[in-house]
């Protein structure tokens, strides 16, 4: 299995100390912690979008591209871009612009997004959510992949004289996953283009995402696509990863932090059911324990879903120390078990896009640095 590091910066204050950081601090965390992950060995390092609550990350691409200039090897994705409210023109340059600043390092991950608020903050229908996202991707599919492009569709005015989008991406197309979280939709969209599913595994019980799981694999097969390209990833539900010496410990010092951030979270028809630390750890997607049984509960799910890529999140109001310690501590115990016992393709000589990075580090930043 490979390891994705999730931040869709929520910027919080700690439900228990009442601490929060200034939001440049809060940036700073976000590359800190990037680097980190690539010292540690994480595959993949992913910022979020969102545009309205309380988070810092309506603008992915600028974190992204800070990333970028800092780090060699992770893989950069977004978690997910928000397709549906935005244009596909800017989407196609603003991430080959990161995919060049990384040297082909980005695969995207798109969606209609789970914030209603964000359509009439751009003017758009909510009622057309899925109608935009399947219309706009169509469209970022051609930017990246011809040039001279000219196209008509129902949602956006058309492309009459030739466009060519500038910068071009590093290295052809860059990968796109489809994030997927409540409809059949978004799983019947990456399982027409015969693209990677990314299963949120968030605030529902499993079972609700074993169900699109299914249908993505049912409708990819159906397609005529290359069953060996069929992956899969899986987020790691909502609050954030915490590890400790027994599962016991780990409930008691940050069930409190959990309870309190899931009582404060109240969007009608997107709360989680797990509202208590036990109930999150027995029957949630919480990663919360000892390593052994965090280990023990990824390979559980695993065997439920058949995921490739795994993606964590930091419990981000925690002090950073802490945050970067837990870190650590997955990645010493945790991916070593996790990685013998589910090994996979993806990213590897067999996965078209596994050479991609490699390719690129005959030129790494190194090499291009300035002369002094």
């Known amino acids: 299995m490979k390891f994705q590091v999730l931040d869709i910066i ?28 690539e010292e540690l060995g994480f595959d993949a390092f992913a910022v979020g979008e969102r545009h309205a609550g309380e988070f810092l990350s309506s603008s992915p691409t600028a974190v992204l591209a800070a990333i970028a200039a800092v780090t060699d090897t992770i893989r950069l994705q977004s978690g997910v871009t928000v397709l549906s409210v935005l244009d596909p023109v800017r989407v196609a340059e603003d991430y080959a612009t990161i995919d060049q600043l990384s040297r082909g390092r980005l695969e995207l991950v798109i969606g209609k997004g789970n914030e209603v608020l964000q359509y009439p903050l751009f003017g758009l229908d ?9 219309e706009k991707y169509a469209l970022l599919r051609r930017l990246w992949r011809e040039e001279d492009v000219t196209w008509s569709g129902e949602l956006r005015a058309p492309l009459v004289e030739p466009v060519t989008t500038t910068p071009r991406p590093f290295a052809g197309a860059p990968r796109v996953w489809h994030g997927s979280a409540t409809s059949l939709r978004s799983v019947e969209l990456a399982a027409t283009w015969g693209d990677p599913l990314f299963t949120a595994n968030a605030i529902q019980p499993r079972e609700n995402y074993k169900v699109l799981i299914d249908h993505y694999t049912e409708q990819y097969l159906a397609a005529g696509h290359d069953p060996a390209q069929r992956y899969i990833a899986s987020g790691s539900g909502a609050g954030g990863i915490f590890l400790a010496d027994s599962t016991a410990a780990a409930k008691q010092a940050f069930g409190p932090v ?23 750890v027995a029957e949630g997607p919480a990663l919360v324990g000892s390593p052994e049984d965090v280990a023990a509960k990824i390979l559980d799910y695993h065997a439920l879903y058949g995921h490739s890529l795994q993606s964590i999140s930091l419990p981000t109001t925690l002090p950073f120390e802490q945050q970067i310690e837990i870190l650590e501590r997955f990645a010493a115990d945790v991916i070593p078990v996790v990685r013998a016992a589910a090994p996979t393709t993806l990213w590897e000589d067999e996965d078209p896009y596994g050479s991609r990075p490699e390719t690129a580090a005959h030129t790494s930043r190194s090499n291009h640095a300035y002369a002094h």
């Open 10 to 37: 929520p910027h919080l204050r700690n439900p228990v100390t009442g601490s929060i950081v200034s939001p440049a601090d809060r940036f700073d965390q976000v590359i800190r912690t990037a680097q980190r992950a």
């Open 126 to 134: 909510l009622a057309q959510q899925w109608d935009l996202l399947e």
């Open 258 to 280: 959990y309870e309190a951030l899931t009582a404060g979270r109240n969007v009608p028809g997107n709360n989680s059911p797990f509202r208590d630390i036990d109930h999150a």
